[in-house]
């Protein structure tokens, strides 16, 4: 098993979903993003259901806001939750809603709001295969992303320098 790379399962079960039917709930990003999205797969995708749309506020949601949207989503019957929000807080909302948002799917996909709407661009094909989207979306956006990879980067380049000097392996195992 390879990466599953947000925008790409975003596309690829957009398309799938024209001919079955299903309906999509964009749920995240900026004010404006979520219905930037809907009309750029709905363009890319003629058919496309996209039955709702959500920008939370940055902040957490009050008890009311947080009943308000999973009224909203439930009522628009999605098949398919897109959750557009920052690593860790989209896994921390989905953790929360499954079994109270009643769509059977709630699939993170992070910046993928941002790059299928065209807001901002994504890294080129090898540094996503090499690993290195990070760089060039810190590259891209200092200002917001130092603070995230302060800690993760220099963990990671550690823990490569192990591998390949020889001193540790990690071995991938089948779950």
């Not at 979903?17 to 979520?34: K, Q, T, W």
């Not at 809907?38 to 008890?63: C, E």
């Not at 994504?122 to 810190?138: C, D, I, T, V």
């Not at 591998?163 to 991938?172: C, D, H, I, N, T």
């Amino acid at each position: 098993m390879e990466r599953v790379y947000g925008p790409d399962l975003m596309l690829a079960l957009c398309q799938w979903s024209v001919s079955r039917g299903y309906r999509h709930f964009l749920y995240g990003g900026e004010v404006g993003v979520p219905e930037q999205l809907a009309a750029a797969l709905q363009r890319r995708f003629p058919g496309l259901r996209v039955v709702g749309t959500w920008s939370p506020p940055f902040q957490p949601l009050t008890v009311e806001q947080d009943e308000q949207i999973v009224a909203a989503i439930n009522a628009a019957g999605p098949d398919i939750v897109w959750v557009g929000l920052s690593t860790p807080r989209q896994e921390r909302w989905m953790a929360a809603h499954v079994g109270r948002v009643a769509a059977p799917l709630l699939i993170g996909v992070g910046a993928a709001f941002d790059f299928l709407a065209g807001r901002k661009r994504q890294a080129p094909r090898w540094m996503q295969r090499s690993g290195l989207e990070w760089l060039f979306r810190l590259a891209s956006e200092p200002r917001r992303l130092w603070r995230r990879y302060l800690a993760s980067v220099p963990a990671f380049l550690f823990l490569s320098a192990l591998q390949a000097s020889g001193l540790r392996r990690y071995e991938l195992t089948e779950g």
